[in-house]
């Protein structure tokens, strides 16, 4: 093999230029680290990787990244499990969103949007609705692009009706995700994700208020815990509101099916909220 060639750890393609390091390893597209993200389990991933998600002194991310794939470490496993299985699912307007936006969106961000409608619950101009006032948001704040810190609080600006309804699902066909939840905060554009990094440093401050509002009640994945810590974030009645998003995300759970809460149902019940 010629020393200039450098090849896809996972698909073995020449790649022209690197795309995504992962320590020694280096992959060609998003497709191919997820696929050898999923070769293992996240806790055997974390072991492994973890430490390409933390600083040094030859590298800059995004403080806490780290933190944030931990938590899919220790999960407890059947609702790590219930997650994993709805990942394509709450994806799948991750693509769509992209036609009605006005400025930059990290990708978790439409993430999160598109868990918003993925059961056909929630309609598209509601999304539409909670995307305009996430880049509000966004264009207050002075910086470069909507974080899910943003768009979470958008969803609690707009929520009107905080109340269970039982709906009829009409979930759309999973589509294959486009983007690569382990990946994205190393591919971040490095002048955002440091905007980014001082609001989730003020999402981490919130936590142990979280966790207080969430004792004696069920379970709930970390990346959700955290999603109700961005709600607290300067915001007067921001606990008071938790306490109403609680059992409205525990009740869209448990009409899933659903162990506890995760990333998709808290995001339906939020949407839900708006419509």
């Not at 293992?40 to 390409?52: H, L």
Request: proline letters at 3%; a negative charge; hydrophobic letters at 35%.
């Amino acid at each position: 093999m010629s020393e200039e060639k450098i090849l896809c750890h996972q698909c073995g393609n020449d790649l022209v230029m690197k795309f995504i390091e992962l320590k020694d390893l280096v992959f060609c597209s998003t497709s191919c680290f997820e696929e050898f993200r999923n070769s293992m389990s996240m806790r055997d991933f974390y072991k492994n990787y973890g430490d390409a998600f933390t600083p040094d002194e030859q590298k800059w991310v995004p403080k806490y990244s780290n933190d944030y794939i931990k938590m899919c470490g220790y999960c407890p496993k059947k609702l790590a499990e219930t997650c994993h299985s709805q990942t394509e699912i709450s994806g799948v307007y991750h693509e769509d969103v992209i036609e009605t936006e006005n400025m930059h969106w990290c990708c978790h961000a439409r993430f999160i949007l598109s868990s918003s409608m993925s059961d056909g619950t929630v309609s598209f101009e509601v999304g539409r609705q909670v995307q305009k006032r996430a880049e509000e948001i966004t264009r207050e704040q002075g910086i470069k692009g909507v974080t899910t810190i943003n768009t979470t609080n958008a969803f609690a600006d707009l929520a009107k009706d905080l109340t269970y309804k039982k709906l009829q699902d009409n979930s759309p066909q999973p589509k294959n995700l486009e983007m690569s939840h382990a990946a994205a905060c190393l591919l971040c554009n490095p002048d955002f994700a440091k905007q980014c990094e001082e609001w989730v440093v003020k999402e981490f401050a919130m936590v142990d208020t979280v966790k207080q509002h969430l004792k004696g009640k069920g379970l709930w994945c970390s990346h959700t815990i955290q999603a109700l810590a961005d709600v607290l974030i300067e915001r007067e009645n921001g606990e008071e509101l938790i306490d109403k998003i609680i059992p409205l995300a525990e009740q869209v759970a448990q009409e899933k099916g659903h162990p506890g809460v995760i990333t998709r149902t808290l995001f339906l019940a939020l949407g839900r909220a708006v419509n």
